[in-house]
DNA sequence: TTGTATGCGTTATCAT
DNA sequence: ATGATAACGCATACAA
């Protein structure tokens, strides 16, 4: 195993009697006489030449990589999110790149400047807190990016958005149709973009039905399931005539059918919930969960393909504004509010 | 929105009025006059200087990134892997790259060739089916490779494994105790390397406890959610007496969950079911699912870290032959297999 | 069509 | 301590 001297286009060259200059255009697909494309092809092939990706990128300004930030790997949502745009990604030939970011402001304003080094080509982003430095950031950035959630009324960058608010609504008047009228909310933190819109999301809801918001059936606390689990016992305790529990992710929802269960409750009839996010445990837990399908799959994929026409986007073109694309919520009914509902 | 020159070590040297060289070594900290040393430092603060990734990889022949490879993100396991390791390397100052092959052979063989091009530094990888040509590829890789999971009695590259065999053996002595007499086991496909080990440690399990291999209580499809409830129906219908459901991954018995639930059958007194894997999904599931670990996370992070010590070896050194390490498997008891257990 | 020469932005090796 | 200069591997404008 010595270390042998990585093979280069001048190798070929030397091996095949050409300049690098015909090595390079052979390997880059332009006009060259069959005989000496031949000769390239040939010397490339015996020595095992692979173009150095550093090396390209230097020249070329284009790393083929695209960057997919989000708050944690372990919600599901972003993991359907993180393999379709994979899926996506991979047809326009970029490699993605993952960043979790815990949800903390300081990582992701560090990742939003260093995209300046270009190590990436672009970046979908999923912000879960918004700053001044933060949208600063996204206007400066060096590179393309596309946002998948709300960052301000006038977005500095393309995004993708859904509304959770009519998705909310959806939910509580289902929730009413089938006789529940205390209906409480379970949700994240209010400083995060989606703890924000889902609670006025929620008021919304109650709003359009007529039921009056009660300040007594909203809770806050983080987004994961021991929240929720934290959260449902907190409001049993303190408003035991709760009849529905509307929460703001699927995982708060697990938290909270945890915590039901344990009690013996019987849900939907006693207690009814609904998660959010549709995700794949909504068909596993306890019991069949409804949730609030905000298409994050369906956001993936445009936010890639966005992303995608930009990079793939004349640059001499004349540039184009942020755009901004919605996806419907949509309300799916299983067993957790709707007793006729069978899985 | 002016397409502005970027800011290189040559802007600032030209602001500073002095050489490259001596903005290099500033910003690498090396030793320099305290007088030359602010002049730089202001000059890069003021113009905003961010080092070009590309040209720092092309010199310095490192890119500060890790490529973690494995079947589908889609299954908890390698979510909960990935978590680890980008923890793990993220101390390390490494990004992550993400590659999912789906399982497929070619796609995991170009991955191990594109690997020369060098846009990564390593590489973890969780091979799924393992061919002549796979072994080749990782004897011959440019860049360190640390696999998790099996591949060969002779690793060409560092590995971390588990006993799958004991971590079966483990849940079939349990199903054993608790009575159960009739254990099926719902398998992957034979020709992938965890399906391979499982089977074989299905029948070491049964051999140890004394009962005999019924080749009509075993069953092979796929790891999905799907193929296990094609499997459970399948075995209900031809075996009606199995009493127990060993599968090879949780995805697998949820899937088997899901047909048990629906036809009213009782768990675990009329049939046992343990997964494989304990991911978050054992504690979600209808019934809180029995499960064996095989410490995953564990392999991750030993994965990251053996991986890490790689890439941070004193390439002079003499070369350090590949290394194996192992996690010992662990029995998880819930509901699904012991009425006596809660959760 | 092909070769020469230059630049991409850094780091590293020399002298000075 | 600092500055000129040569790599790193590739792409390309220009000359031949």
């Known amino acids: 195993m010595t270390q042998a001297r990585p093979v280069t286009i001048t190798t070929i060259a030397h091996e095949a009697g050409v300049s690098i200059a015909s090595v390079s255009r052979v390997l880059n697909g332009l006009a060259t006489r069959p005989a000496t494309e031949r000769k390239v092809r040939e010397a490339a092939e015996r020595l095992g030449y692979v173009p150095n990706h550093a090396a390209r990128s230097l020249q070329s300004r284009r790393t083929g990589q695209v960057a997919f930030a989000m708050a944690d790997i372990s919600n599901p949502v972003y993991q359907a999110m993180t393999r379709q745009i994979q899926h996506t990604l991979r047809v326009g030939g970029y490699r993605l790149l993952l960043h979790s970011t815990d949800g903390d402001v300081k990582d992701e304003q560090e990742l939003l400047d260093s ?3 270009r190590y990436v080509d672009g970046l979908i982003i999923c912000p879960i807190r918004i700053t001044e430095e933060h949208l600063a950031g996204m206007r400066a950035t060096s590179v393309p990016v596309v946002s998948v959630g709300w960052v301000g009324d006038e977005p500095p960058v393309d ?6 608010s009519t998705g909310i609504t959806l939910a509580v008047r289902h929730l009413f149709e089938t006789g529940k009228r205390r209906i409480a909310f379970l949700n994240g933190p209010l400083d995060t ?4 819109e889902r609670l006025r999301g929620y008021r919304t809801g109650l709003a359009r039905v007529d039921i009056a918001y009660d300040e007594s059936l909203v809770t806050t606390r983080d987004f994961y399931r021991a929240d929720g689990a934290a959260m449902a016992s ?4 303190s408003t035991p005539d709760v009849d529905a529990l509307v ?8 938290g909270a059918l945890d915590v039901l269960r344990d009690r013996g409750a019987r849900v939907p009839e006693e207690i009814a919930v609904v998660g959010m996010d549709d995700t794949d445990l909504a068909t596993m ?3 069949p969960l409804t949730s609030v399908s905000l298409g994050s799959v ?3 994929r445009i936010a890639a393909a966005m992303l995608l026409d930009r990079l793939t986007a004349d640059r001499t073109a004349p ?4 755009r901004v694309a919605t996806v419907p919520p949509q309300l799916v009914v299983r067993a957790s509010s709707d007793p006729a509902v069978g899985g």
Chains 1, 2 share one sequence.
């Open 298 to 300: 369906e956001q993936a």
């Open 285 to 287: 837990c306890w019991r």
């Open 247 to 254: 929460c703001a992710n699927d995982m708060i929802a697990i």
């Open 319 to 322: 540039p184009v504004r942020a």
């Open 193 to 196: 973009v989606p703890g924000q």
């Open 115 to 117: 995209l300046a080094q």
């Open 159 to 164: 995004s993708v958005l859904t509304d959770a």
């Open 234 to 237: 907190e409001l049993l305790g």
